[in-house]
């Protein structure tokens, strides 16, 4: 199973949590991508553009971590530039543990993704040195990488994060996107045909009858 993540979503932190916590024997394939092309591409919003619906998400968030008991702590500012952190994700080859700690550093405690010393907290726990991971992030290769692991989710469907992608080639059977589709996804992979018979079947084909004019 696919993961596409990019840690500028407090969803994808919370879904990252339960998936630990609930489900640790299930192997995911991390996939850092740049939502904010994401956005570009299918000529979308992300939540905290809209601004009255910022602050509910941003509740809705709280809420949820609440809920499920996971400690929840938003940074400073909201939203912020995840680039640094998608590529010392990709550096450590998006090692569980890296991904991990970038996550908890930013949601959890609530630390200042614009502050310097942050990245350089992050590198010490998974066990980095700071200097030679600040360079080896604006290296042409772990950018390529970015921006290649970005277009093949674009190419595959995928339009949001957090999405967890199943290994199949129907795209309208493998992608499942938000938090709020976790165990939808949990039963698809039990069960790999699950929506695709009876009703399942039809929505996919449902013809649309009005389109919203640009």
Known sequence: ????????????????????????????????????????????????????????????????????????????????????????????DCDTDCVTQIFRALYAEGADPNDPGVFAEVCARAGLDAKSAAERINAPQIKTQLRESTDAAIARGVFGVPTLALDDENVDAQLFWGLDMTEMALECLAEPRRFRRGEYARLAELPVAQARKA
Request: aromatic residues 16%; positive net charge; contains cysteine.
């Open 1 to 92: 199973m696919d993961w596409y993540f990019d840690f500028i979503s407090p969803f994808a932190y919370l879904q990252h949590e339960l998936l630990l916590r609930d489900h640790p024997r299930l192997r995911r394939r991390y996939r850092p991508v740049l939502f904010a092309a994401m956005l570009k591409h299918w000529g979308g919003k992300g939540p905290a553009e809209i601004e009255v619906k910022r602050a509910l998400t941003y509740r809705h968030c709280q809420w949820l971590a609440e809920r499920h008991e996971i400690a929840m702590k938003f940074p400073p500012t909201h939203p912020f530039n995840p680039l640094p952190f998608l590529r010392l994700a990709l550096a450590r």
